[in-house]
């Protein structure tokens, strides 16, 4: 005789039914997207490296990387297409300001987990966001610079892209850093597009309106380079420190051998580490912390060859 009464027993057979879906359910290898301004860019590059590193630590096979190519719209489109794919978690550093806000509201519709890197999107919220302290290290730079130049100083400014939130940031920690030592004044500003081929043309204009420049600033690496490149051309006759930021490994080697005087290296490797892991613990419902914000580093020729054989 069944004890069972029959809709105990159509359950039971129903939950027989489900038990192969559901066990290869919890077995679904993980799926993850990760868009990118621009596989041009070596800081990129060094995330994107994070990522696989710490994506093989975990088990994860499945990491679909797509290069926005900097433009906002193909960066769009390319995560509608990794969502259609069924990626389970976004890696996200939008391009620009335009169109950034997008990419996450459409995973959030289909509930999947955006962890914003480096370059946050406008207007709306990631589930969590991953990048430098880039306030602090920038405001740390600015002490550098009156630490080495001294209380006087004509200083050139190389911006990144103007509205980024990276360039945003470390314009606000570098500019009420600096405006403490009234004797440095910046004579000049000019956005780069974070591009060393404009920093070098930039520099280079700079140079011929305000010849007393002495200090070229890089918001990051590439045009601080670009200036070193522009000062080296017009055979300037004065000392003109060059300071960049990023710790890219091109920067690194130029501040070994002399052709730059300092830079600021962020720990992009780590950045990517950090941003998987945060999207994986997300994706299994934990609680994690929403801003993360790593220290970065001071970085001149008495201590840039660690930085060489191992950035962080």
């Not at 069972?4 to 039971?12: H, N, Y």
């Not at 010849?211 to 003109?240: M, T, W, Y």
């Amino acid at each position: 005789m069944n004890v069972f009464s029959a809709p105990v027993r159509a359950f039971f057979a129903l939950l027989l039914l489900l038990l192969p879906a559901l066990a290869h359910a919890e077995s679904k290898p993980l799926k993850v997207g990760m868009s990118i301004p621009s596989l041009q860019w070596v800081f990129y590059l060094m995330v994107r490296d994070g990522v696989m590193e710490q994506a093989q630590g975990l088990g994860i096979e499945q990491v679909l990387v797509a290069d926005a190519q900097a433009d906002p719209a193909r960066q769009v489109s390319q995560i509608q297409d990794m969502l259609s794919k069924g990626i389970d978690v976004l890696l996200y550093t939008a391009t620009g300001s335009a169109a950034s806000a997008v990419p996450v509201r459409l995973a959030k519709q289909q509930g999947v987990p955006v962890v914003c890197v480096d370059n946050f999107p406008k207007n709306v919220e990631c589930d969590a966001y991953i990048s430098t302290d880039n306030t602090g290290a920038a405001a740390e730079l600015a002490r550098q610079v009156v630490r080495l130049t001294g209380p006087q100083a004509q200083v050139g400014l190389l911006q990144g892209t103007l509205g980024d939130t990276t360039e945003l940031t470390r314009a606000e920690g570098f500019d009420v850093e600096l405006a403490k030592t009234p004797g440095i004044q910046v004579v000049d500003r000019k956005p780069t597009d974070w591009l060393q081929d404009n920093g070098f043309k930039v520099a280079q204009d700079m140079l011929q309106k305000h010849p007393g420049i002495n200090v070229f600033v890089g918001r990051s690496d590439a045009p601080a380079l670009g200036a070193a490149q522009a000062v080296r051309v017009a055979n300037v006759e004065h000392k003109v420190w060059i300071f960049g930021y990023d710790g890219l490994p091109a920067a690194l080697e130029a501040v070994r051998d002399g052709k730059m005087d300092m830079t600021i290296t962020q720990q992009a490797v780590e950045m990517g580490r950090t941003a998987l892991r945060t999207a994986v613990a997300l994706k299994a419902g934990q609680t994690v912390e929403k801003r993360q914000l790593l220290p970065a580093f001071v970085t001149t020729r008495d201590n840039v060859d660690a930085f060489i054989a191992r950035h962080p």
